[in-house]
């Protein structure tokens, strides 16, 4: 039996473990080729470990598993010709371009005082240029192959104004804006751009931040309340969010864009 995704290419960033990598193997399962990028290295004002090429290559690894075809490439989201060059030697192999998951981004928590411009800066380029990068390096290829589906990953922080994560939510809202607007602009083209709004997620990037709320570490108790979620649940799995992914990558969605699609457990309903 076909998969939901048989016969399709996805380009994914921040694929090399977390969130993407299960989007990889998710989609790897319903029937795609991938083309999987991260960085793989640190980034000085980021908190926590950051992904290694051993890493990237343990998601190759899983997805070849799975008898599909996987190209992978260390590439920072921040250098839009490193990115345009990744997508095209990926089309070049695999033929055409058919989903895109901008998955990649970081998050620091810090009081609204303690946000250096390093940290401003470093945040705003990965999660939102980095997510612009990644758009214009594949909707060429998208218009192309006759339309596709543009994934982008929001937040809970996209929806809300989350406290001691200014400059995330700042990035998280922006891409939301990005999306409708390229919704519109490549509607004619057949190209559906979505995002989609997890809530605390169990990945390396929120255990590196503690795996907690960060009111917790400036002791504001009536702040906490913020990230609650409504269903019995703290952190979900990154396998519920592949879901949505997957989802919004199948012909199952095809008239869905322009979206911002929740897997909040009821956080933003507060």
């Known amino acids: 039996m076909a998969g939901r995704v048989a016969g399709k290419v996805a380009f994914i960033t921040g694929a090399a473990r977390g969130q993407g990598r299960e989007h990889a193997i998710a989609l790897a399962e319903e029937g795609a080729d991938i083309i999987a990028v991260d960085i793989c290295e640190n980034v000085k004002s980021v908190d926590y470990v ?32 490193a990115m345009k060059t990744v997508v095209n030697d990926g089309v070049a192999e695999f033929g055409h371009l058919d989903i895109v998951v901008a998955n990649a981004g970081v998050c620091i928590t810090r009081p609204w005082n303690k946000v250096s411009p390093q940290i401003w800066q470093d945040t705003l380029d990965i999660n ?29 922080g996209g929806i809300k104004g989350l406290p001691f994560l200014a400059p995330y939510v ?14 519109n602009e490549l509607a004619s083209n057949n190209i559906r751009v979505n995002t989609i709004h997890p809530t605390g997620v169990n990945t390396p990037m929120v255990t590196g931040l503690g795996g907690e709320a960060p009111t917790a570490s400036v002791g504001s108790n009536k702040l906490s309340p913020i990230y609650d979620n409504m269903l019995d ?18 012909d199952e969605s095809k008239y869905v864009t322009g979206t911002q699609l929740k897997i909040d457990a009821g956080n933003t309903n507060r």
């Not at 997805?63 to 260390?74: E, I, N, Q, S």
């Not at 990068?133 to 929001?154: E, V």
């Not at 649940?233 to 199948?250: H, K, M, N, Q, W």
């Open 50 to 81: 950051l992904a290694t090429p051993q890493d990237l290559e343990e998601t190759a690894a899983a997805v070849r598993a799975l008898g599909r075809k996987v190209l992978t490439r260390v590439v920072d989201v921040r250098d839009a010709e």
């Open 128 to 156: 939102l240029t980095g997510v612009w990068n990644t758009c214009t390096a594949t909707i060429p290829h998208l218009i192309k192959a006759g339309g596709g589906s543009i994934i982008i990953t929001s937040s809970t």
């Open 170 to 183: 700042a990035t998280k809202h922006a891409i939301v804006g990005i999306a409708k607007s390229l919704a």
């Open 233 to 250: 649940v703290g952190l979900i799995e990154a396998r519920d969010v592949s879901y949505a992914v997957l989802y919004l990558a199948s």
